[in-house]
Every structure is written in structure tokens, then in C-alpha cells.
């Protein structure tokens, strides 16, 4: 008995003596600071909008995410477009840019009113990164109209880039949203903020305006009417992309009338609001005009919103209603007062108000500050549009990009 206490011991002593010298081996080893293994689960998002290309990295904290914003860059549209300065020549450079805006976002940004444009977030050491995502909304659509095999070499060129920069494991999307996409990501960032789906949103962008609210009772047919799963749970939504009705497109495709001039009234006294509004002509029988997307091979598509069939017991604006002010008429229309891009500010006064009564929903609708990227990152971690019909491109005749 004796012997056999003493050889136990023996052995206990030696396993204990291997596992000391197995643990300082392991503590002398470098620490791994890969991003793709350790560390919180990240989603890169960048907002390809039509001014400018916003960098986000969304973190995820239990059920909710933490958005780290970063610079914003060169739209990613303009020399598609041959605007602001840029042409095709440039698509080497402004895809450089914004794959740069990775590094950036690692140090504080510069300073604007004392106070850095961002804080530094250093992701190749705080993140498991999972995906990285370029998603475009409408300048990019128009950009497609105007020079598809321009807008082809964009795409394949930054994801190229993209995906050398964040590594082969890491899943790379660089892509035009749909309309339904981009209404829907906006809904799903605004519900993060609810206690139920009974809501329905309209965003105003600068190309385009969304209006996106569940809808048991569409018509499954329409390409604005998918399933979608918000929860884990199916929902038939309806999400639709009026493109050239954003704020600052519309002057463009729907004209500018006279009587929808900055400080008109000054000019002519009797003017009234009506008299901008029905120059504008949004709609007819066929519904809402929708200057740019086609409907077949069509461009200049009409849609009939079914508001009445929406289960929305309230409504929400975002985007550029939130600088909506019932005053914006009388100062931009009724005077010549301080007004944005003053050339259209009375236009845009009448425009929004106009819009909303058209599409049937409350001006005086609460709004709110929402950014379309969180809802693309839980859409994207959760696989929300797994159940959808295959993208409708609606902005071309030719079928979606490859």
C-alpha cells in the first residue's frame, strides 16, 4: 500500500511538473493578434452614397452592435459620371481612396471644432472580422444607366482591392443596393428603436426617396412586395425606391417651374404653395411617377403605393425630412431668408410636404436619425433576405450587374 501511495504521488508530482513547463512554453509564445480569430465579430460597412462614401465597422455587443464611424471619401459615382471633377481615368484612384479609409479610421481623425471628425478604432486588433461590405444606393444606379461597363470595372477593381486589404477568409460585397434593400435596411435600422413591426418609414435621400412599411396584404407579386425574416420570423414586406425623386434630383426630373423659385413671393405676391406643387405633376392614374427606373423597357415608371393596405399604426420619416421645418416655405418661398442651396430651396420646401401627400402619409410624422448601414449589418449577420425573390434592377433595362 505504501509503495502504491508513493508511486501516485510520484506521478501526480511529474504531471504537475510537465504542465508548469507546458504553460510557460505557451506564455513565451507571441500573442495572436489576428483579427480573423479573435476578439468581437465585425461587419465593415461603407455608405456609397451619391456625395460621398461613409465608412462604418459595426461591432457586435451581445444582441446589439456598437457603430465605429469613420471618414468619408470620394462618391464612388463620380467618375462613372464624369462629375465633380473626376472621370474614368480616376477609378484606379478613388478605389485606392477608399480602401485607404481602413487605415485612417486605426488614428483619430482631424479636428473640426476641437473635436477629432472620428475616433480612432483600430479593427485589425478588436475585431473577428467577418465580412466587408461596399453597398452603393442611388448615384450609383444612375452611374449604371450612364456607363454600365465603366461602372462593371468599378466594382470588380474595389473588390479586388478590398479583398487583398481585409484577407481571403473575410467575405467582400461590393455592390448597387436595390431599392427594396435600401428601404428595407432603413426600416430594419429603425426598428431597433421599436417594441413591434407596425410601423411603417419614408426616407428622403438625394437621388432617390424610399417608402417601406409590412404589408400582409399585398399583392406578392409586385417586386416591391418580399418576405423577409426580422427575428428569425417571416414578414411580407413592402419596400419601394422612387429613383430621381430625391431631394436633389427632383428639380432635375421633374423641372424647375418659375413659380418654384427662391423668394417668388417677393415677386409675386398673390403666389400660394399649390402653385409650385402642381408644376411638379407626381402623379396620375398609372400612380407616382418614377422618372428613372423602368418598368419593362420603359424608363419612366409609375407605382401604385398601397398606404391603405399598410400595417403601420404609425409613421416615421427620415433622411432629409429631418431637416423638414414648417417655416422652410415662408423663408425660402415667402422671402429670400438663409435657406440651403437657395437656387432650389423654395422647390424643395413645397416638394417634401407634396410628396408625403401623395404617398398618402402625415407630414407631421415623428422623425428620426437613422443610418440604413446599421439595418444592412443585422440584415447581413442574420441572413434576412434569404427567403426573397432573386434582385430586381430597376434601374436598367439590361439586368443587374455580374
Known sequence: MRVTIKALFISLFLVLLYGCSTLEQTDNKPADTSYRTTNADCHIMYDAGSSGTRLYIYQRQ?????????????????PVRSIRGKSPRDLDAVTTEVVAALDSIQQ????????????????TKQCHLVSANVFATAGMRIAEQENRAASSTLWSTLKQKLQAKVGSNVT????????FEEGLYAWLAARTEQKSNQFGIVEMGGASTQITFPCARCNSTNDAVRTVRVEGKPLQ??????????????????????????GIKTILPEWRE????????????LGIRDPYNFAGNRRGAYEQVPTQLADAGKWYLTGAFNFMDD????????????????QTSCFRAVYLKEYLRNLKVPANSAKLDVSWTLGAVQCTADNCLQQTKPPTCDWTNKGCLK
Open 237 to 262: 414586406m413592402y419596400s419601394y425606391s422612387f429613383l430621381g425623386l430625391g431631394q436633389d434630383e427632383a428639380p432635375k426630373s421633374l423641372g424647375l417651374a418659375s413659380s418654384c423659385a427662391y
Open 274 to 285: 399649390m402653385l409650385c406643387a402642381r408644376t411638379m405633376r407626381l402623379t396620375d392614374k
Open 327 to 342: 417655416n422652410n416655405i415662408d423663408t425660402c418661398c415667402g422671402n429670400k431668408g438663409q435657406c440651403f442651396e437657395k
Open 172 to 179: 467582400v460585397n461590393t455592390r448597387t443596393l436595390t431599392g
Open 62 to 78: 451581445g444582441k446589439s452592435w456598437a457603430e465605429h464611424a469613420g471618414p468619408k471619401v470620394s462618391a464612388l459615382a463620380d
Open 108 to 123: 483619430d481623425g482631424p479636428l473640426k471644432d476641437g473635436k477629432p471628425k472620428w475616433q480612432a478604432f483600430d479593427w
